[in-house]
């Protein structure tokens, strides 16, 4: 069992590119692994967080001279930029299940992947780290404040969204306390390739219930399908490159570029598991995957050419 974790650990990237065009097109249940999505995300916030020293690291997000910097930034990557954009957004037209997915997507917190992306592209790993955890800790607060705030048509109310994403968030954090205690840190660590591995399979179970009747989806409407992954490519690469742009006048390079990664990878599956089933917010999370998912290939393309230049 470990050396076939540490085998897709080691293997992980090819195996997730393949998994994101392979699973639409299995011929699932409809409807079967939709109840198993708040769990599965309760796993992708657990299982990064059994690798970390919880308690160090909250003392040092705690440290005033990092804390309110930290918070300011939260802020402007989630509030302001869900308000901003949305604005933006009913100015130029945009319909309201639209303004809802991009209010969804700034809202969201840092993707749980993305130390780990930070890490693998040579950036400030610490920084993106610290990010994530707070703005997930705080995603009870944040999200239904930014929603809010946005003025945008939700579904549900904002409480009872920060319900929903407080349970999820208690769960992943439950997780990832409980497996540290039961493994223990020493063997987490030591186990890292078959760590990987585990958190590539939980990555893989995410696509089941978010890719049921995509295909589907995709067939019937092609139209609004490439809109939607245009939308997705958008915010997430888009958004990415201009934040860093921005950043690099004003920090390091690899502190600009974890910026810009933050900035642009979501943990929006949270929303998806705190709203309504809705199929058309379920397509676009599932297309908003493809640039989470190839981002490692895009940006280490763009890191050579900027360092060609």
Same mark, same amino acid.
């Given at each position: 069992?470990?050396?076939?974790?540490?085998?897709?650990?080691?293997?992980?990237?090819?195996?997730?590119?393949?998994?994101?065009?392979?699973?639409?097109?299995?011929?699932?249940?409809?409807?079967?692994?939709?109840?198993?999505?708040?769990?599965?995300?309760?796993?992708?916030?657990?299982?990064?967080?059994?690798?970390?020293?919880?308690?160090?690291?909250?003392?040092?997000?705690?440290?005033?001279?990092?804390?309110?910097?930290? $918070?300011?930034?939260?802020?402007?990557?989630?509030?302001?930029?869900?308000?901003?954009?949305?604005?933006?957004?009913?100015?130029?037209?945009?319909?309201?299940?639209?303004?809802?997915?991009?209010?969804?997507?700034?809202?969201?917190?840092?993707?749980?992947?993305?130390?780990?992306?930070?890490?693998?592209?040579?950036?400030?790993?610490?920084?993106?780290?610290?990010?994530?955890?707070?703005?997930?800790?705080?995603?009870?607060?944040?999200?239904?404040?930014?929603?809010?705030?946005?003025?945008?048509?939700?579904?549900?109310?904002?409480?009872?969204?920060?319900?929903?994403?407080?349970?999820?968030?208690?769960?992943?954090?439950?997780?990832?306390?409980?497996?540290?205690?039961?493994?223990?840190?020493?063997?987490?660590?030591?186990?890292?390739?078959?760590?990987?591995?585990?958190?590539?399979?939980?990555?893989?179970?995410?696509?089941?219930?978010?890719?049921?009747?995509?295909?589907?989806?995709?067939?019937?409407?092609?139209?609004?399908?490439?809109?939607?992954?245009?939308?997705?490519?958008?915010?997430?690469?888009?958004?990415?490159?201009?934040?860093?742009?921005?950043?690099?006048?004003?920090?390091?390079?690899?502190?600009?570029?974890?910026?810009?990664?933050?900035?642009?990878?979501?943990?929006?599956?949270? $929303?998806?598991?705190?709203?309504?089933?809705?199929?058309?917010?379920?397509?676009?999370?599932?297309?908003?995957?493809?640039?989470?998912?190839?981002?490692?290939?895009?940006?280490?393309?763009?890191?050579?050419?900027?360092?060609?230049?």
């Amino acid at each position: 069992m470990i050396r076939a974790l540490e085998w897709i650990g080691l293997h992980a990237k090819p195996v997730l590119l393949a998994s994101l065009f392979v699973i639409p097109l299995l011929p699932l249940p409809h409807g079967a692994f939709l109840p198993l999505l708040p769990v599965i995300i309760a796993l992708l916030i657990g299982l990064p967080l059994s690798r970390l020293d919880l308690a160090s690291i909250l003392s040092d997000l705690a440290d005033p001279r990092f804390l309110p910097a930290l $918070l300011a930034g939260i802020c402007l990557f989630q509030i302001a930029a869900t308000v901003g954009l949305t604005g933006l957004g009913g100015l130029v037209g945009l319909g309201s299940a639209t303004l809802l997915m991009i209010a969804c997507f700034m809202a969201s917190p840092v993707l749980s992947a993305a130390p780990g992306i930070a890490l693998l592209m040579g950036y400030d790993a610490r920084l993106t780290l610290y990010w994530m955890l707070a703005s997930s800790l705080l995603s009870p607060l944040m999200i239904p404040l930014a929603l809010g705030l946005s003025g945008v048509a939700l579904p549900i109310e904002p409480a009872r969204i920060a319900m929903n994403v407080a349970a999820v968030l208690a769960a992943g954090v439950a997780i990832g306390v409980g497996l540290r205690r039961v493994i223990g840190p020493v063997r987490i660590a030591a186990e890292g390739k078959a760590m990987d591995g585990a958190g590539a399979l939980v990555m893989i179970a995410f696509l089941l219930p978010i890719s049921d009747g995509v295909a589907e989806e995709i067939w019937a409407d092609p139209g609004l399908a490439l809109r939607l992954a245009g939308l997705a490519l958008m915010l997430n690469l888009g958004g990415n490159l201009l934040v860093r742009s921005v950043a690099l006048r004003f920090f390091a390079p690899g502190r600009a570029k974890a910026l810009g990664l933050a900035f642009g990878n979501r943990n929006i599956g949270l $929303l998806l598991a705190a709203l309504p089933p809705d199929p058309v917010f379920s397509l676009f999370v599932a297309l908003a995957q493809i640039p989470i998912y190839a981002s490692p290939l895009i940006l280490r393309f763009l890191d050579r050419k900027e360092e060609a230049i």
